[in-house]
T-cell receptor, first 115, second 113 residues
């Protein structure tokens, strides 16, 4: 079973629209970390945010905001007033603190912002 | 410049050949990682290293070999390349494995023909 599910494979929005990227995770650990990374067309992955399982406060950074809900095992990412530069593939990732290989990425959501 | 660099950026090789992908970081991070990125799979961990001379398998280690004789370098070798190893390979480094963010290189696009 997928540890991290990003059900939206591709999303297209018109510039200035708001868009939410969904991330649902699965873990039995009580302590874990969630991440979002951005992969622009240039190819490198850029870290956006880290959240540990004990901190359910939502976070806002400029036009970006994250909604972490343990009750639904979700860590959704919203871009407000989208811009063309937001066009990228976005990855959600889960890190568990038990076991050896325990950093799992979702399959990514490709966001296209149309001018 | 500080950062993490991979070389080459693009590589075409033939089935059965050995090929080595290089990764160098300047942050002195303890942890280094190799991932492969394939459509429909996201990123999958191949190998990681917690320090010089300490390496361990990730999710998809078969067909790959790593070494880490120096903290800053973490080469990935495909001993006998197969077409299924055609992929984009990313090297990353971080201060810890699970609790801190990773910094990624620009990737190496490898094609095995």
């Amino acid at each position: 079973a997928q540890k991290v599910t990003q059900a939206q494979t591709e999303i297209s929005v018109v510039e200035k629209e708001d868009v939410t990227l969904d991330c649902v995770y699965e873990t039995r650990d009580t302590t874990y970390y969630l991440f979002w990374y951005k992969q622009p067309p240039s190819g490198e992955l850029v870290f956006l945010i880290r959240r540990n399982s004990f901190d359910e406060q939502n976070e806002i950074s400029g036009r970006y905001s994250w909604n972490f809900q343990k009750s639904t095992s979700s860590f959704n990412f919203t871009i407000t007033a989208s811009q063309v530069v937001d066009s990228a593939v976005y990855f959600c990732a889960l890190s568990e603190l038990t076991g050896a290989n325990n950093l799992f990425f979702g399959t990514g959501t490709r966001l296209t912002v149309i001018p | 410049d500080a950062g993490i660099t991979q070389s080459p950026r693009y590589k075409i090789t033939e089935t059965g050949r050995q090929v080595t992908l290089m990764c160098h970081q300047t942050w002195s991070h303890s942890y280094m990682f190799w991932y492969r990125q394939d459509l429909g799979h996201g990123l999958r961990l191949i190998y990681y290293s917690a320090a010089a001379d300490i390496t361990d398998k990730g999710e998809v280690p078969d067909g790959y070999v790593v070494s880490r004789s120096k903290t800053e370098n973490f080469p990935l070798t495909l001993e006998s390349a197969t077409r299924s190893q055609t992929s984009v390979y990313f090297c990353a480094s971080s201060e810890s494995f699970q609790t801190t963010e990773a910094f990624f290189g620009q990737g190496t696009r490898l094609t095995v023909v």
